[in-house]
């Protein structure tokens, strides 16, 4: 999904590299390796990719973009599988959970093995009798597989949100979005504070998120998406009204919102 996020963005003539994490994908563009990656981040179903924002902590690269992508899962097979004899379904752990009832419905007592991504599942069991794999119809038919069930996500309006990371910054679209990450302080009403700033500035928050701010214990870091770009007055004004009662606000990016 991935690959159809880069296309539907970048188009069909860009050129693209698959690599096995997201970790890769940061460091192929920190080290300039690659001009830009794209990195999910969001599903409507499942929630956040927690991958992905951890990636953000150590990064400096500026997320330059989103694209939304509805997701809607095949069901494949290959030329060598028996249908009835399936011990294994593949596919990534979020695209297992993404199709729990269809699979709790249809194959109970098969055994669901997570993989490193969609595409992989695809490619092994090319040479397999006794497995399927879960995957975009573009994996179907870069591996030549057979797609036995269609669209068997238990949500049919089931997105994904991406992000694409690069190392400029992107000026205003009329249409945007800013990311933040701030680090807060341990102490009561500490959110709070946060928050008040962007209220009073009137700006929408699309987004808020926590992780562990590791190696600290029971530490956190807030990732915020809001509406607007950190050009614009009244956001600059927000964030700059939260610097001294923080220990870090960094900017990830502003972007111009996705199209559906």
């Given at each position: 999904y991935t690959h159809s996020a880069v296309l539907k963005h970048f188009g069909h003539d860009a050129v693209v590299r698959p690599l096995p994490t997201i970790d890769e994908v940061f460091r192929d563009v920190e080290a300039g390796s690659a001009h830009y990656g794209l990195v999910p981040v969001e599903n409507s179903s499942e929630g956040v990719v927690n991958h992905t924002l951890d990636c953000f902590k150590t990064s400096n690269l500026n997320?330059?973009?989103e694209v939304?992508?509805?997701?809607?899962?095949?069901f494949l097979i290959s030329e060598n599988t028996r249908k009835d004899s399936i011990k294994q379904i593949y596919a990534h752990q979020q695209t297992l959970a993404q199709c729990r009832k269809w699979l709790d419905a249809h194959y109970p007592g098969v055994e669901r093995v997570a993989l490193s991504s969609n595409a992989e599942a695809a490619r092994r069991i090319r040479n397999e009798w006794h497995s399927a794999a879960i995957a975009s119809e573009i994996?179907?038919?870069i591996y030549d597989l057979e797609i036995m069930h269609s669209n068997i996500e238990d949500n049919p309006e089931n997105t994904t949100r991406f992000l694409v990371i690069g190392r400029e910054k992107v000026p205003q679209s009329g249409n945007d979005k800013t990311s933040l990450l701030i680090s807060a302080h341990d102490r009561a009403g500490a959110l709070l504070e946060i928050l008040a700033p962007f209220a009073k500035h009137n700006i929408s928050l699309t987004s808020i998120e926590t992780r562990p701010a590791l190696p600290e214990k029971w530490a956190y870091v807030f990732f915020i998406d809001l509406e607007g770009h950190i050009e614009q007055e009244h956001v600059k004004?927000?964030?700059e009204e939260i610097r001294p009662l923080v220990k870090e606000v960094r900017v990830l990016g502003s972007y111009p919102a996705a199209v559906l």
């Open positions: 997320v330059i973009g939304e992508l509805p997701i809607h899962h095949q994996a179907a038919s004004a927000a964030i």
